[in-house]
């Protein structure tokens, strides 16, 4: 009797640990249909910690339980700049600073985004600065200077990527050669917009958002909740290819306020991006189909955190450079596919990771 009462109780914990397993095996062979990927530029684990700390422990970027780290560094470099940066993310080969979607002798390199549209997904990118700038531009243009915007604007028609918003629109149609490249887009069945509040007008179909002349405004200068909304429509509308989507978010001015020594434009322009974060997570979790990574391309400013209070939200910071560190870089991760983005990694393995996930997958 008892030997038998304890051979059904042996025997269904068997089954519960077999189901377990098959379950946890399940899950991790799952591959995600939409990947979000978002880079804040120059933020690394002090920036992170410091809005923490502001926040009183309440990040959105603290609910990831996947988290890893990657090593930054050039082809040229030992401390990347944003074009490199990138382009390890974009192509999954390191470059020469200043190079986008190019290696070092110039040669083209395929992007994740230019994939993804081969592959029949949608793809986008939403960013804090010019569509034009180095990150955003590093999965759209192929050349070997970061710094011609111009060059750079006319890859966007080049590319049939479905959705794009940040500023720039100087360089669409204001431009020295006197090219309207704003007729071109319209053409090629984009509905332009030149403001936020011209998002709400827009409900399917391709869109080019170029809501400033140049850059976007600071956080504090009134930009408001633009990354936020921007990347909002963007989802809404990526969503609605059923092959799935990939786009790349960009809080790009983490960065500038490194480059300025300055921790309140960082604290504003953190909290901004966790705000995205944020939005992210809440449609990866309806969702259930959708990977969410995030990862900054570098340090920036040298930041150390010298003293700070908890209880009152604040910190005592101090920079040691006005340019980029080399610190590694912390990368988190929340959905299908998430655990392959656990531990120490190049930061070309990004590529690599999300090459494997979406589009090498059967």
């Known amino acids: 009797m008892f030997k038998n009462k304890y051979v059904f109780y042996a025997l269904i914990l068997c089954i519960v640990f077999i189901n377990n397993s098959l379950n946890a095996q399940s899950n991790t062979s799952k591959k995600p249909k939409n990947i979000v990927f978002l880079i804040g530029d120059g933020m690394a684990t002090t920036q992170i910690y410091a809005a923490l700390t502001v926040k009183k422990d309440k990040l959105n970027i603290a609910k990831f339980r996947c988290i890893g780290f990657h090593k930054s560094y050039s082809a040229s470099d030992y401390i990347t700049d944003s074009a490199a940066g990138g382009t390890a993310f974009s192509t999954g080969t390191k470059t020469k600073n200043g190079c986008l979607a190019v290696d070092s002798n110039l040669k083209v390199l395929p992007t994740i985004l230019e994939m993804a549209e081969k592959k029949g997904l949608s793809t986008g990118m939403v960013t804090a600065c010019a569509v034009t700038h180095a990150t955003p531009a590093s999965f759209i243009a192929h050349i070997g200077n970061r710094g011609n915007y111009e060059e750079i604007a006319p890859w966007y028609l080049k590319t049939d990527i479905d959705v794009f918003i940040g500023g720039g629109l100087k360089y669409f149609n204001a431009r020295k050669d006197s090219v309207n490249l704003i007729d071109s887009l319209i053409k090629k069945q984009y509905q332009v917009i030149t403001s936020v509040n011209q998002l709400n007008n827009v409900k399917s179909g391709k869109l080019a958002g170029l809501l400033y002349a140049d850059h976007p405004p600071k956080m504090s200068d009134g930009r408001g909740d633009m990354l936020a909304k921007s990347s909002s429509k963007a989802i809404s509308l990526l969503e609605k290819n059923r092959n799935g989507f990939f786009m790349m978010i960009e809080g790009s001015q983490i960065d500038w306020s490194g480059h300025d020594n300055n921790p309140d434009y960082l604290i504003k322009e953190m909290l901004d991006f966790d705000s995205v ?60 596919g998430a655990e392959e983005f656990m531990g120490f990694m190049e930061n070309t393995d990004i590529f690599l990771k999300f090459k494997k996930l979406m589009i090498d997958k059967k």
Do not use: R
Not at 280 to 292: F, M, P, S, V
Not at 316 to 328: E, G, L, N, P, R
Not at 329 to 336: E, L, R, W
């Open 277 to 336: 974060v944020g939005i992210a997570l809440d449609y990866a979790e309806k969702n259930g189909e959708t990977l969410i990574v995030v990862t900054g391309d570098h340090e920036t400013g040298g930041l150390s955190i010298i003293g700070g209070n908890w209880n009152e939200g604040k910190i005592d910071a101090k920079y040691s450079t006005t340019d980029h560190s080399a610190v590694m870089v912390p990368v988190f991760a929340y959905g299908p």
